[in-house]
């Protein structure tokens, strides 16, 4: 038996190196797969991680779990301080789809709140929209909802144009400041829906594999979005889940078991 996880970086050299940090085993130890090699975009807009698909075996990661648990909450807070964009888990929490439960214990300066605001107040109107804008702090998070008439065109084509805005806020308020929370923006609770729908999705899917007897795809996915899936699916006793394709044409595959 093995274990098998995606990892995201800013390059497929850092994204090798936390799998290996992740899954407490050396580089050379690591079996993988580049599935998207990742692209700087401009200005943050259109930018996207390096994605790896790893294979460890099972009994190896197991045994390294217990051993670097203890180092990984200790170098946590020195990783982030050098982090220009922190990278929260996976791709979901970098889209806002799924968000960390639980309370922070951790003080957000309010100036910090303010200077989201104020930052894309000014983006919402040099993009040409008539939108309200709060920011405000919300568990793990630091939640910014625009209220506009157009928040279709502000969403984007499967929610790239939303999720170029939440990186580039990201990267504009972070760039001088010690990481406090993901900032994450939303319009008309876009991503809420999203989740909700990707799950309905899901489990109609599955049903429907477990009832046929074979393997089913869904339609092509983010990251991010493939991600809610496999997280949803992971308890369910009766399926698997793997991804398959290549680029824009990468699905979620689900097989009854």
């Known amino acids: 038996m093995s274990e098998s996880r995606e990892f995201y970086a800013a390059t497929v050299e850092e994204a090798l190196e936390k799998a290996a940090a992740g ?11 580049v599935l998207d090699e990742g692209s700087t975009g401009f200005l943050g807009i259109g930018a996207r991680d390096a994605r790896v698909f790893v294979e460890v075996p099972e009994s190896r990661s197991m045994s ?17 301080q050098h982090q220009l964009v922190p990278d929260i888990e996976h791709a979901e929490i ?27 107040t000014t983006l919402m109107n040099a993009m040409g929209f008539q939108a309200t804008v709060d920011a405000y702090e919300s568990g793990e998070v630091i939640t910014v909802d625009v209220i506009t008439k157009e928040t279709g065109l502000l969403v984007g084509r499967k929610g790239e144009t939303i999720d170029a805005v939440q990186y580039l806020t990201n990267v504009a308020v972070y760039r001088d400041r010690v990481f406090s929370k993901k900032i994450v923006i939303d319009s008309e609770g876009y991503r809420q829906r999203r989740v909700e729908a990707l799950q ?42 793997s991804s398959e394709g290549e680029e824009e044409d990468r699905r979620v595959v689900i097989t009854p078991i």
């Open 64 to 80: 390294s779990t217990m051993e670097n648990e203890q180092l990984t909450s200790e170098t946590t807070g020195v990783v982030e």
């Open 200 to 241: 309905g999705m899901a489990h109609r899917t599955a049903r429907r594999a477990v009832r046929e007897e074979q393997a089913l795809s869904l339609p092509p996915m983010t990251a991010a979005e493939r991600r809610v899936v496999h997280l949803f699916l992971e308890k369910n006793p009766h399926v698997d889940t």
């Open 94 to 120: 970098e889209a806002g789809l799924i968000q960390e439960a639980g309370e922070s214990t951790e003080d957000i300066p309010e100036d910090l709140i303010v200077a989201v605001d104020e930052f894309v």
């Open 23 to 33: 899954l407490g085993v050396s580089r050379d130890e690591l079996r993988f797969q």
